[in-house]
């Protein structure tokens, strides 16, 4: 499989803005507490995908990880994700040695995304989340 | 000591880049105003000719200036209808409705400093995200551009945000103006499909608002079921 390097403004760019968003993680979750409840949750009783990412976010911000990945494992593994590799890419590109970025996913990602999608899915329907 | 020249020709093949991103020939405020223009009027054309790889400035700075304005047009908005209606007031609670724009006009500052960190952040979580579906689905296979032509494309397509002043549907306008952007820029700047490109768009919009879908489906099926018993009498 082919690839590019990440570009250097790209890379570091990705590292302050993945930092800082960390950072400023109490007041992101302070905002997404403000948002309205999720609709489907409020007209059907079932949850969206997405449904629990506030809550993540609150536990996040205050050092509950179980209770985080309990609200929304995919949202949390996402935003960990984001921001180890944007940590990655910044300090690949100061050490010289930037980061080789895939044209495409491997066979076992593109199986592997969907199945995560759809049985974190299920996880916020069985738990009640 | 010489004057600086003009700056080079791009090379060969080379897109020669919007008039925001050639500002030190266009000025500022001329190559903000003809990028928009052609942005809105000739998108096709517009995003053959913006730059795929470089300086990341130019795109990220354009998203933050025109979500600078929305916050200004609607806040000045607000202050004017609100400056109107304290007139209307009755002389007792004038004082409080004036000292409540006053704080607005705080809020105004408040915006101005904490919207490039809510743009950039969007900006770079949605396009991760985008990047990773449009990669599920094949579409950066030929792509020169990577993840950084997925935030050019998200930060040239913010544009479709104009389609906030529309009255009443503006959310509505907004959206799906930003989804044929999207859909025109990735397919653009990654060398793939239209279909493909708008596969990625609509996926995570899909996944994350698939609850406002059902919802308003919801309403509409509620409408459309109280209308019929309607018709069909008693």
Redesign the interface.
Do not use: S
């Given at each position: 499989m082919s690839a590019?390097r990440?570009?250097r403004?790209?890379a570091l760019?990705?590292a302050a803005?993945?930092l800082?968003?960390a950072a400023?993680l109490p007041v992101l979750a302070d905002v997404a507490g403000r948002l309205p409840r999720?609709?489907?949750?409020?007209?059907?009783g079932w949850p969206?995908?997405?449904?629990g990412s506030g809550r993540a976010l609150a536990a996040l911000a205050s050092g509950e990880l179980g209770a985080a990945l309990a609200a929304n494992p995919l949202v949390v593994a996402?935003g960990f994700a984001?921001v180890g590799l944007?940590a990655a890419a910044g300090l690949a590109e100061l050490g010289g040695r930037p980061l080789a970025?895939?044209?495409?996913?491997p066979r076992w990602a593109?199986l592997a995304?969907?199945a995560a999608?759809v049985a974190n899915w299920l996880y916020l329907v069985g738990a009640g989340r | 000591m010489s004057e600086p020249g003009p700056p080079p020709p791009p090379a060969a093949g080379e897109p020669p880049g919007l008039p925001w991103e050639r500002r030190a020939e266009h000025g500022a405020v001329a190559g903000f105003v003809d990028t928009l223009r052609r942005l809105v009027l000739e998108p096709a054309a517009a995003f053959r000719d913006a730059k795929r790889r470089g300086e990341l400035v130019s795109p990220l700075a354009y998203a933050v200036l025109l979500a600078w304005l929305g916050v200004l047009a609607e806040r000045t908005w607000s202050l004017l209808i609100g400056s109107s209606l304290v007139d209307l007031m009755p002389p007792e609670m004038r004082d409080a409705a004036a000292l409540g724009f006053a704080l607005s006009g705080i809020g105004i500052a408040i915006a101005l400093v904490v919207v490039p960190v809510v743009v950039l952040l969007g900006l770079f979580v949605y396009g991760a995200i985008l990047h990773l579906f449009l990669m599920l689905y094949g579409a950066t296979r030929n792509s020169a551009a990577g993840f950084e032509g997925t935030l050019r494309a998200l930060a040239w397509s913010s544009t479709a945000q104009l389609g906030q002043l529309v009255p009443f549907a503006g959310g509505l306008v907004a959206t799906v103006w930003s989804v044929v952007l999207q859909t025109m820029a990735l397919a653009t700047f990654h060398r793939t499909t239209q279909g493909r490109a708008l596969a990625a768009v609509l996926t995570p919009l899909l996944l994350c608002c698939v609850c406002f879908a059902v919802f308003f489906a919801s309403i509409v099926a509620l409408v459309v079921g109280g209308l019929a018993s309607a018709a069909g009498g008693p």
């Open positions: 590019r990440f570009a403004p790209l760019g990705w803005i993945a800082g968003g400023l999720c609709p489907l949750r409020a007209a059907t969206c995908p997405t449904c996402a984001f944007g970025e895939p044209r495409e996913l593109r995304l969907p999608l | -």
